[in-house]
């Protein structure tokens, strides 16, 4: 099992990868749910570029990267980057990675220029804090509006998943929308929603939930005798899920190992309490004294390993 991080990461980048919820994302949050592009005209493209460091060239590698192909000719790029921390800098990044798709085009004969979005989908707690734009960005720099008038003006597009509010969240006709509406009401959420990506959607919330053990869960459908392609509701697969005990034994037994971990371990809290407050996040440190779960994902975020005490 790898890193708390790159497993969040590679499931993220794996529910993503689908056609169809690609599709439904950039329909959904850009287009307010007008059915602009299709899952069939959505073709995997290449998620790294190359850009020079201070010696050296070096790579760089986006989330999710998908061409929009019309009658056999790109339409359009879409770069998808999935974050759980925000990131002040992050505008660079976008300008890189967009930069870099632009700079390939530029000695290309064959094919005709074609325009980027890119955008980010933020699964963390804390509200995005991220600079979003040129001005932000460089708002320290005393500049006349003559200067302003030359730079070029840059805009990062963030989404906050976990605050989508609900007009929003019922634009998605995806799996996705399960996801997006169990972050918003939480484990208590059930659906009758019919599931296309099984075992992908059973990862997904149980990261986005902090359980980064995600390796057993096509074992455990292959134990319950259900299969990718067999038709099941949100409602059956959960309920089902639980009744076995495998996901709701493996929290009480997380839950206690953190709760016995933490009674030995004050130095971890202490560097998290250390962290929250280097960031100004008095109000986030006053919530993880009280709650529990909200500590454990703070933990995550912070690349602090709870369970090793």
């Known amino acids: 099992m790898g890193k708390p991080k790159e497993t969040k990461d590679i499931v993220e980048k794996e529910f993503l990868s ?23 005209s959505l073709l ?21 990267c998908k061409f ?15 974050q759980t921390k925000t990131d002040g800098k ?16 530029y000695g290309n004969r064959t094919q005709k220029p074609f325009p980027v979005i890119a955008f980010v989908l933020y699964w963390g707690i804390p509200r995005w804090r991220g600079n979003r734009n040129s001005r932000r960005l460089f708002r320290h720099q005393e500049l006349s509006e003559k200067a302003w008038s030359y730079i070029d003006e840059m805009k990062l597009h963030v989404f906050e998943m976990r605050y989508l509010p609900e007009e929003t969240r019922k634009l998605f006709q995806s799996d996705m929308r399960i996801v997006v509406d169990f972050l918003a ?9 019919k599931i296309t990506h099984k075992a992908a959607l059973i990862r997904m919330i149980r990261v986005l939930s902090g359980d980064t053990d995600t390796e057993d869960v096509e074992q455990w459908m292959n134990q319950q005798g ?6 099941i509701k949100m409602c059956e697969l959960f309920d089902q899920y639980e009744r076995r ?5 493996r929290e009480e037994g997380r839950t206690e190992g953190i709760a016995e971990g933490e009674a030995k371990g004050e130095a971890l809290f202490a560097s998290l309490a250390q962290s929250l407050i280097d960031s100004g996040r008095i109000g986030d440190l006053k919530k993880a004294l009280s709650d529990q779960g909200y500590r454990r994902q703070l933990y995550i975020e912070a690349g602090l390993s709870y369970a090793a005490v």
Do not use: C, H
Request: charged residues 30%.
């Open 18 to 40: 689908f056609p169809d919820i690609a599709a439904d994302v950039i329909n959904a949050l850009l287009y307010q749910g007008r059915k602009e592009t299709e899952a069939k």
């Open 226 to 231: 259900i299969r990718e392609e067999d038709e």
């Open 245 to 249: 005990g495998l996901a709701r034994g």
């Open 90 to 105: 992050m505008l660079l990044r976008k300008a890189g990675y967009t930069g870099g798709v632009y700079r390939s085009q």
């Open 185 to 193: 009401e939480g484990d208590s959420y059930r659906s009758s929603r």
């Open 68 to 82: 929009e192909v019309t009658n056999g000719k790109i339409r359009l790029m879409y770069l998808i980057a999935n």
């Open 44 to 64: 995997a493209g290449p998620t790294e570029s190359i850009y020079q460091g201070r010696k050296k060239l070096r790579n760089q590698y986006e989330d999710v």
